[in-house]
Each structure stands twice: as C-alpha cells, then as structure tokens.
Nanobody, 127 residues
C-alpha cells in the first residue's frame, strides 16, 4: 500500500516563498508521474503542477507558471519523491496542497488521472 506524506506547508505573507515536499512510505515505482494539487474551501480540487518519472517533462497550471517549480527527487538516499518550490505567493494561493502519484502518462494537470494521494498540507498566504 502506497502512502504519500506532504510537508513544508505554513503561513507566509504575500510575496513570500515556501517549499513543499512529498515522501512515500511503502514501495512506489520510480516510473510513476507525480503531481501537486490544491483545494481551497468551497472550491474543487485543481491541478498545480505535474512531473514525469525522470523529471524531464513538467506541466503547470497557468495561474502558477513562472512562480512555482516542480522537481523530481530520485536520489536513492532520500524518501522524497517530489518538491514544489513556490515563490511570489499570493493570497489566492491559499489552499490545502496535496501530492499524488500516477502510473499513467500524464498530459496536463488533471487530478482524475492520479491514483495515490497524500493527506495534504495547508498553505496560507496573507496580504
């Protein structure tokens, strides 16, 4: 059973930065795509960024392009699978952020294409 755990959330002021990380417990194939998603209160879950197994292909939501960077952590000495560097944060970025894994080839940031999910980490950006 694959379990994902996010970390790195918190509260920052507008314009600040945060870095989220996602680690796995249990076996997860290195061929999985990974992604970051978010859900604000009263809104549907939306895709933020996705990254291929080898880290060479990425997709971003238009709302975060140029501000967020997703990376793949494939080093053998780390449990981290993926990170999301978030810069120039805005109040509208406030949400619960989730990481997820998919055994499918991913085009875009559609949450429905992902199979395993973490519990989420809260990001709050104040103006």
């Amino acid at each position: 059973q694959v379990q994902l755990q996010e970390s790195g959330g918190g509260s920052v002021q507008s314009g600040g930065s945060l870095k989220l990380s996602c680690a796995a417990s249990g076996y997860i194939s290195s061929t999985y795509w990974m992604g970051w998603f978010r859900q604000a209160p009263g809104k549907e879950r939306e895709g933020v960024a996705t990254v291929s197994a080898d880290g060479t292909i990425t997709h971003y939501a238009d709302s975060v392009k140029g501000r967020f960077t997703i990376s793949r952590d494939n080093a053998k000495n780390t449990l981290s699978l993926t990170s999301l560097q978030m810069n120039s944060l805005k109040p509208e970025d406030t949400a619960m952020y989730y990481c997820a894994a998919s055994f499918r080839r991913i085009e875009g940031t559609d949450p429905s294409r992902f199979d395993y999910w973490g519990q989420g980490t809260q990001v709050t950006v104040s103006s």
